[in-house]
């Protein structure tokens, strides 16, 4: 099969895998990744993102279809083979290797002489500042020296392919972010082609060029992180990545890509048709929180709803307001804490709304 | 109210500074009521070590008593032996008074001495046992006791004459060297005798004569047994362990229990069928013979070698019974479980991602699993090797029922000398030199690779 037609550095052309036979963990996968690009497999566990980066990295063989790298099949290239560098869940630093005999093995297995992997091995130190630890044991180094050291050996032999696999799973929050940077501005600096797969979708939105939503063995939209947030192309999407909003209902009319919808309680709305075809189909509108207004100017949204404040919660640089809207008890609206705010009582009914351009019909999520 | 709490913060709040006070010096750390820190934490901590100990106690006198009591005293009798000496007092007494004199004694005092201790012993029938300690280096001396005590009542001054009247032997300067030695009940000559050495009548001590020596042959062959018994349980259980960390749990389990099938069966049982199975008219040599193994052999001209290196026997059949062969069989299948389970419970905690790690690190198979999968299973091999030879040097029944004469372990003479020759003391000796081995075994094991390393499940 050519793949002359392709750029792509990564390219997983019709992948299907199955383990018994029965069901498929991954669903005709196709995914073409140029060079350079920090691309993230975002999905909840067992919608088949490890399982791609697996047969990616040579573990997993595909039951199906064609993984090329840099133009060339690798199905069936061993993983040690492919050149590949991989940063694990666990990191699996070798627990009976130093630091630096754990970077030193991947250039000890290419035979290169020891005074060029020396040199090598203390340059990857630097790079993520752990030039102190060499000598020490991975079970002496924290959580995220570890996660360092892990990056480093991965990069050590200038693979120009990393992949990572929930590589920050184990990290506390603040760390996490930390490492979220530093991973980033690797990337940036040496120009390597990563595929990072994660469940955390902030994680995701942070350091990717762009992102893959996995669901039930296949990629359910492929977009930037501001594209994958404003513009969600299904209710999956928009649940994921995100706060949502969501209210059924019914669509009236579609007109220029706008659709008037009446809600399940009888009021009716518009918002811009996105998975909707015909009058008449069940849709889920998605709302941003931080899109709906309360107390709204004249003119300023097209939309207007009225709801009971149930629950206020402050969080400092906004208020979190849970209200009733449209028969949804969990309609979330986020109030920016700025001087002129409006005062919030909770059980008050006050007027909700928003612009049609703000608000999406998706195709319908049963609740 | 808010008084009060105001009150209580000041006071605890003096007596948080008084205790600050004396830590800004030099002097010890003391709580906010002046006492040492180190007493009251020990104070604090003491009620819950008695507690603890209380709870440890049944246990500790049940081990004080029925184990390390006995054994201590069994080990006392390889350097005790008061059978000559308690029987036979007066001429203990007069070794003592005359340290000098070696050889028969011209002195009638000592003969006197040995015709009152014989006449006691007639009246308390201990002659025998006067003799047993002696008869050890000297054999047959026993009769010699027994016999001039049945006449002890006859013996009358001049003693030496009357004696050497009796038996010639009295007068053996060799037996009046060993009664000068038993003469102490403290002594190393079951030592000596443990590792084939003798303790001459001057007291020099040299080799015993090659047809006697056993003990030492011995000694290594269960040391070789046991170290080529560990490593064929090695070598057969890492797979098979190896096998049992990687499969999925459900047939994990399945397979375990198959390991663990044998311990369910009596020790006899399983000894037994293989001898039922390895015996020259038995399983497999009758499907050998009817495979055509040995007619192959021989068509080969292996058959006659074989034969002549005593693979094949007398009977023309394969010989895996009652000699080495039958032990190291039979052993390793007893043993095999105590090896496969330390490796199995480190293998266990081994990631996979590791040999992943390694093979996308560039390593090809073998050399992941020789640089980062096997390194890490040392713990549980070392713990295995040391389970299984520790278990197989001290190990009884199955020699004793498939070794033959030539597949004997230390044991089988250990039960002989307690349960045939009544020599315990020579039996306490060669179980103490077998406790050392042991130990330097397990400290050789904890410089080699560290106890702190072991994980045995």
């Not at chain 1, 063995?217 to 930037?224: A, D, E, N, R």
């Not at chain 2, 009152?116 to 002659?127: M, Q, S």
């Amino acid at each position: 099969m050519s793949n002359s037609e392709s750029d792509a550095y990564v390219r997983f052309d019709h992948v299907q895998k199955s383990y018994d036979g029965e069901t498929l963990v991954v669903k005709d996968l196709n995914l073409d990744i140029p060079e350079g690009e920090f691309l993230t497999m975002l999905g909840p566990s067992g919608s088949g993102k490890t399982t791609s980066l697996m047969m990616l990295a040579g573990f997993e063989p595909a039951t199906h279809g064609e993984i090329y790298l840099g133009g060339e099949s690798i199905n069936n290239v061993p993983p040690n083979k492919r050149g590949i560098g991989m940063v694990f869940q666990n990191y699996a630093l070798f627990p009976h290797m130093t630091v630096a005999e754990n970077l030193a093995f991947p250039l000890n297995v290419r035979g290169m002489n020891k005074v060029e992997a020396e040199a090598k091995v203390k340059r990857a130190l630097e790079m993520v500042e752990l030039p102190a630890m060499a000598d020490r044991r991975p079970a002496q180094l924290s959580g995220g020296q570890q996660q360092r050291v892990a990056v480093a050996r991965a990069l050590v032999f200038d693979p120009k392919l990393i992949l990572m696999d929930e590589p920050l799973g184990a990290l506390d929050k603040q760390l996490r972010e930390q490492m979220q940077y530093e991973i980033k501005h690797i990337h940036e600096n040496l120009g390597v082609t990563v595929v990072y797969v994660t469940h955390d979708q902030a994680e995701a939105l942070t350091m990717s060029d762009r992102i893959a939503v996995f669901e039930d063995g296949v990629i359910q939209q492929l977009s930037t992180p501001d594209d994958l947030y404003e513009r969600p192309m299904n209710s999956f999407v928009a649940q994921f990545i995100g706060e949502n909003n969501k209210l059924n209902g019914r669509v009236n009319q579609v007109k220029d890509s706008v659709a008037t919808i009446t809600l399940d309680d009888g009021q009716k709305v518009s918002a811009e048709a996105v998975g909707i075809d015909n009058a008449g189909d069940l849709t889920t509108l998605s709302l941003r929180p931080e899109r709906v207004e309360i107390e709204p100017d004249d003119g300023q949204v097209d939309n207007i709803l009225s709801g009971r404040i149930e629950e206020l919660i402050y969080l400092g640089d906004h208020i979190r307001t849970r209200m009733n809207v449209a028969g949804n008890p969990d309609f979330i609206v986020k109030v920016p804490n700025s001087a002129d705010h409006k005062p919030l009582v909770e059980g008050d009914t006050v007027r909700v709304g928003w612009k049609s351009a703000d608000c999406r019909a998706l195709d319908h999520l049963a609740s | 109210m808010a008084d009060t709490t105001a009150a209580d913060n000041s006071q605890y709040k003096a007596a948080a500074l008084a205790a600050l006070a004396p830590q800004t010096g030099k002097g010890p750390l003391t709580t906010a009521d002046g006492t040492p820190l180190k007493a009251a934490l020990g104070k604090a901590q003491r009620q819950a070590r008695i507690r603890a100990f209380i709870l440890v106690a049944p246990l500790l006198a049940f081990i004080l008593i029925t184990f390390i009591a006995p054994i201590g005293s069994m080990l006392f009798r390889s350097v005790n032996n008061d059978s000559f000496s308690a029987n036979a007092p007066a001429l203990s007494q007069w070794f003592d008074q005359n340290p000098g004199i070696v050889g028969v004694p011209e002195d009638e005092a000592a003969w006197a001495a040995l015709a009152a201790d014989l006449r006691i012993a007639k009246k308390e029938r201990t002659a025998g046992q006067m003799g047993t300690r002696i008869n050890y280096d000297l054999p047959g001396s026993r009769s010699l006791f027994t016999k001039t005590g049945r006449r002890a009542d006859k013996l009358e001054a001049p003693f030496k004459e009357a004696f050497e009247k009796v038996d010639k032997r009295w007068v053996d300067p060799d037996l009046w060297g060993v009664m000068r030695r038993g003469s102490s009940p403290n002594t190393a000559s079951f030592y000596y005798s443990a590792v084939d050495l003798t303790q001459q009548p001057d007291g020099s001590v040299v080799a015993v004569d090659e047809k006697r020596a056993v003990y030492k042959d011995i000694f290594v062959r269960t040391l070789i047994l046991s170290a080529l018994i560990a490593g064929l349980c090695f070598l057969l259980g890492f797979p098979v362990a190896h096998m049992l960390a990687t499969v999925p749990t459900r047939y994990a389990n399945l397979l375990l229990i198959l390991v663990l099938l044998p311990f369910w069966t009596s020790l006899l049982v399983r000894t037994t069928s293989w001898i039922v199975l390895l015996q020259s008219q038995g399983v497999v040599n009758d499907a050998l013979d009817a495979l055509g193994f040995f007619t192959l052999m021989q068509k080969l001209a292996l058959f006659d070698p074989m034969q002549q290196a005593g693979i094949i026997g007398s009977t023309g059949r394969l010989e895996m019974m009652f000699n080495q062969a039958g032990t190291i069989i039979a052993m390793v299948h007893i043993l095999l479980p105590f090896m496969i389970l330390p490796l199995f419970s480190v293998m266990k905690t081994i990631p996979p991602s590791y040999v992943r790690a390694a093979r996308s690190l560039g390593a090809s198979q073998p050399r992941a699993f020789w640089k980062v999968y096997f390194p890490q299973t040392i713990p549980g091999i070392g713990a295995g090797l040391l389970l299984v030879f520790i278990l197989a040097v001290g190990y009884y029944i199955t020699p004793a029922l498939v070794g033959g004469a030539k597949g004997t372990l230390i044991s089988n003479l250990i039960a002989f000398h307690i349960e045939k020759s009544f020599n315990w003391s020579l039996a306490a000796a060669l179980s103490a030199i077998l406790l050392v081995i042991v130990l330097i075994m397990y400290w050789l094991y904890d410089r080699i690779i560290g106890i702190d390393n072991m994980k045995l499940g």
